[in-house]
T-cell receptor
Framework: QQQVKQSPQSLIVQKGGISIINCAYE??????FPWYQQFPGKGPALLIA?????SEKKEGRFTISFNKSAKQFSLHIMDSQPGDSATYFC??????????FGQGTELSVKP | DAGVTQSPTHLIKTRGQHVTLRCSPI?????VSWYQQVLGQGPQFIFQ???????GRGNFPDRFSARQFPNYSSELNVNALLLGDSALYLC???????????FGPGTRLTVT
């Protein structure tokens, strides 16, 4: 019940296209859902996060869509660029702060 | 402002040895969490400390221990190293025990 399931495992998108990564969870006590971007050899960088009282949050080219009833949330990257090529992790936490991460999605944006 | 810093960057140890990893949080942040990231997987939670007290522990053996100092920096200690302990060890800091977590660059530990 503590798991966060992420899909797809890998994704190839053309430059200018939309990248979509999906996550699902079971624990209804989760109340914070961040997305992290990680480049090889680097630590994860916080991209955008959402709480379950809103259904969508947008920051620049990045949008989180949240469906509380389906216990699913997704990351949309608009106008994807080669510089967006990285591994993306969704995560979830309860008020305690411990982050439970998905398995990661390796995104490759082709020029 | 400096982000989360970790030392050392890389470390090679032999099975059975112990290791100490260090982390300095972002200035003003009082909570530090440690995660283990095995190649190809998402980070796994090890410990969280807030105001020098342990606030959470993940499913790791007692060989793993940590502490937080009065200046909010933290150490992660691993005893009796196993080959399976080879991983990227990440430190994350946040202002409070529950809040946005910002990760450092990690320490790459290789156990031979």
């Amino acid at each position: 019940q503590q798991q966060v399931k992420q899909s797809p495992q890998s994704l190839i998108v053309q430059k200018g296209g939309i990248s979509i990564i999906n996550c699902a969870y079971e624990n209804t006590a989760f109340d914070y859902f961040p997305w992290y971007q990680q480049f090889p050899g680097k630590g994860p960088a916080l991209l955008i996060a959402i709480r379950p009282d809103v259904s969508e949050k947008k920051e620049g080219r990045f949008t989180i869509s949240f469906n509380k009833s389906a216990k699913q949330f997704s990351l949309h990257i608009m106008d994807s660029q080669p510089g967006d090529s990285a591994t993306y992790f969704c995560a979830a936490s309860t008020k305690g702060g411990k982050l439970i991460f998905g398995q990661g999605t390796e995104l490759s944006v082709k020029p | 402002d400096a982000g989360v810093t970790q030392s050392p960057t890389h470390l090679i140890k032999t099975r059975g040895q112990h290791v100490t990893l260090r982390c300095s949080p972002i200035s003003g942040h009082k909570s530090v969490s440690w995660y283990q990231q095995v190649l190809g997987q998402g980070p796994q939670f090890i410990f969280q400390y807030y105001e020098k007290e342990e606030r959470g522990r993940g499913n790791f053996p007692d060989r793993f221990s940590a502490r937080q100092f009065p200046n909010y920096s933290s150490e992660l200690n691993v005893n009796a190293l196993l080959l399976g302990d080879s991983a990227l060890y990440l430190c994350a800091s946040s202002m409070r025990s529950a809040g946005e977590q910002y990760f450092g660059p990690g320490t790459r530990l290789t156990v031979t």
